[in-house]
């Protein structure tokens, strides 16, 4: 499966985060999604395909990823805002079959 | 651009008691239609994908239906594991896009 670290992370405000994902065995694309509260459904941030971005939804610049050689992915976020606090969900899936995401269990970043 | 509407929001139920979740699309030529179950702090589980109007997909006590502007979630006499937020979705360009879930409460 999709496996996320860490699980949950406290952050103050202007501080710089970083977030990891190890994809599914077989995936070579990695997504990350923003989910303020349950009650709102994922919002895409954006998708990496060989070690490039490959689509990016509203989120600004200070919102930047990787993916590595491996297919894992980092996503990281510098001068924190009171709002980034969320559930980041990474999912992964196989280029050309967009069907198969498979989520990680999401970081859980709180911003103080 | 593709937009995804689910209601209720919330929805609570005896054990037992059978209801659907509703979920609205408007897409510019739809690819598929994804249903997830998510409990809190966790991410979406994979439930259902259904292609084309008509089609139908059943596990345990659900079961997913599509037509050509709607999806609806079918719980039969639920039990309380059932409880979770229920979440749709459709294939956009990279992207998932996501409807607000409904968050369904089976009481005992």
């Known amino acids: 499966g999709v496996t996320q670290s860490p699980t949950h992370l406290i952050k103050t405000r202007g501080q710089q985060v970083t977030l990891r994902c190890s994809s599914q065995s077989g995936h070579n694309t990695v997504s990350w999604y923003h989910q303020q509260a349950l009650g709102q459904g994922p919002q895409f941030i954006f998708q990496y395909y060989r070690e490039e971005e490959n689509g990016r939804g509203n989120f600004p610049p200070r919102f930047s990823g990787l993916q590595f050689p491996n297919d894992s992915s980092e996503l990281n976020v510098n001068a924190l805002e009171l709002d980034d606090s969320a559930l980041y969900l990474c999912?992964?899936?196989?280029?050309?079959?967009?069907?198969?995401?498979?989520f990680g269990s999401g970081t859980r970043l709180t911003v103080v | 651009e593709d937009q995804v509407t689910q209601s209720p929001e919330a929805l609570r139920l005896q054990e037992g008691e059978s209801s659907s979740l509703n979920c609205s699309y408007t897409v510019s030529g739809l690819r598929g239609l994804f249903w997830y179950r998510q409990d809190p702090g966790k991410g979406p589980e994979f439930l259902f994908t259904?292609?084309?109007a008509g089609e139908e997909k059943e596990k345990e006590r659900l079961k997913a239906t599509l037509t050509k502007k709607e999806s609806f979630l079918h719980i039969t006499a639920p039990k309380p594991e059932d409880s979770a937020t229920y979440l749709c979705a459709v294939p956009g360009a990279q992207k998932l896009v996501f409807g607000q879930g409904t968050r369904l409460t089976i009481n005992p």
């Open positions: 259904l292609y084309s």
């Open positions: 999912a992964s899936s196989r280029q050309g079959q967009p069907y198969g995401y498979t």
